[in-house]
């Protein structure tokens, strides 16, 4: 073999191996045990108990406004939205607000990211769990053709 081609395989040989060393010690040097931080949101709190979040598009999101507007839950309402966009901020029953809609999403959004440790006077679990999400219903555990156990039959 020529002398040009022996040193040509050394020298790739020896190129690689800087590279995969140079790899291995860059990661082992930079790897970092970075701890993960785990937020408690009021949305994981609330996934956790069942509830779904709304997924509304703008006119979803304008009709809850304006049915817990007009529903038993109009105080609490009013004080949440007021306290999020300030007293100018109209909430009254049948009294029309274009911008309801949009601004019960806003605040759902910043609620629901609110950590649960954090909630406040109006920023609270129960608010979100009546204004922005639902209990899901658990479905029945009923297999077509067979009783349930235990039952007659």
Same mark, same amino acid.
């Given at each position: 073999?020529?002398?040009? $081609?022996?040193?040509?395989?050394?020298?790739?040989?020896?190129?690689?191996?800087? $590279? $995969?060393?140079?790899?291995? +010690?860059? !990661?082992?040097?930079?790897?970092?045990?970075? #701890?993960?931080?785990?937020?408690? @949101?009021?949305?994981? !709190?609330?996934?956790?108990? +069942?509830?779904?979040?709304?997924?509304? %598009?703008?006119?979803?999101?304008? @009709?809850?406004?304006?049915? *817990?507007?007009?529903?038993?839950?109009?105080?609490?309402?009013?004080?949440?939205?007021?306290?999020?966009?300030?007293?100018?901020? $109209?909430?009254?029953?049948?009294?029309?607000?274009?911008?309801?809609?949009?601004?019960?999403? %806003?605040?759902?959004?910043?609620?629901?990211?609110? /950590?649960? !440790?954090?909630?406040?006077? &109006?920023? @609270?679990? /129960? %608010?979100?769990? &009546? *204004?922005?999400?639902?209990?899901? @219903?658990?479905?029945? %555990?009923?297999?077509?053709? &067979? #009783?349930? #156990?235990?039952?007659?039959?």
């Amino acid at each position: 073999m020529k002398p040009i $081609v022996i040193k040509g395989i050394a020298g790739t040989l020896g190129a690689s191996g800087l $590279v $995969v060393g140079g790899y291995y +010690g860059i !990661e082992a040097l930079s790897n970092e045990h970075i #701890p993960v931080i785990i937020r408690n @949101t009021i949305e994981k !709190e609330l996934i956790k108990e +069942g509830y779904t979040i709304f997924s509304l %598009n703008e006119s979803e999101w304008q @009709t809850k406004f304006e049915s *817990f507007r007009d529903g038993d839950k109009l105080e609490a309402f009013a004080k949440a939205l007021k306290e999020f966009k300030g007293n100018s901020f $109209v909430v009254a029953k049948s009294q029309a607000n274009t911008e309801g809609g949009k601004e019960l999403k %806003n605040w759902c959004i910043a609620l629901l990211d609110l /950590e649960k !440790e954090k909630q406040t006077e &109006n920023k @609270t679990i /129960e %608010n979100a769990k &009546n *204004f922005c999400a639902e209990k899901q @219903t658990p479905k029945p %555990n009923i297999r077509q053709g &067979n #009783p349930e #156990p235990g039952s007659a039959g």
